[in-house]
């Protein structure tokens, strides 16, 4: 690896922990990373997994104030797990074209729920209203689909969780947020443990971006707890149209 492939990784790795922290999608600048310093799309696909994960525990550390009690994040725990194998299998297992079209509209999709979240309460109901059984069913479910997501690409996974769960969690989005970074942080082990049993990993390349991501996510996340919510969403949301979009045009070009 040159010196300047090193560099490029380095910056790579620093922003993308950043942006995951924030609003998610740090991925689609470590994977293009990877790409340019000559790994095919698998393995550098299957290597970016794995590096971003020290990032999210970072951010983790860094949100850990606005975590609620562990008794109501436990049992999201085995569902987030069990989504990421599936996940992971998909990749491993099934051609990625079928998926590459769909992916763009998912993340369109989760943004536009995010955008008009307040709306879409209106018409299915306020978390605050639900029974109880439903909420939790709702939950995991939404838990489930995001974390599915995450084992098979990655790239806007904090999109699609934060979406998903504002949508159906009556709390704040820097609470949201926390609760991300943490089932983010259970996706990366997972995949990190599946891809370095089966999947192609490049950990010269992980051992340069890795490092760079676990600095990143801690400044993200401290970065997230200082913004006004407005600002924060807004942030989200614009992350996610213009990654929607980039996948896109990735998949139709």
Known sequence: MELSDVALLIAAGLAAGTVNAVAGGGSLITFPALIAIGLPPVPANVSNSVSVFPGYVASVAGSRMDLPRWRVLWPLLPTAVAGTVVGCVLLLATPARAFELVVPFLVLGATAVLAFQDPLRRLVGHPADLAPRRRTVTVQAMVALGT????????????????????????????????????????????LVVFALFGPVDWAAVAVVAPATLVGGYVGARLVRRLPPVVLKTLIVVFGTVIGLYLLYRALG
Do not use: H, P
């Open 148 to 191: 599915v997501y995450g084992g098979y690409f990655g790239a806007a996974l904090g999109v699609m969780l934060v979406a998903g769960l504002a949508l159906v969690l009556d709390t704040t989005l820097a609470r949201v947020s926390a609760i991300k970074n943490l089932l983010s942080a259970v996706v990366g082990l997972t995949t």
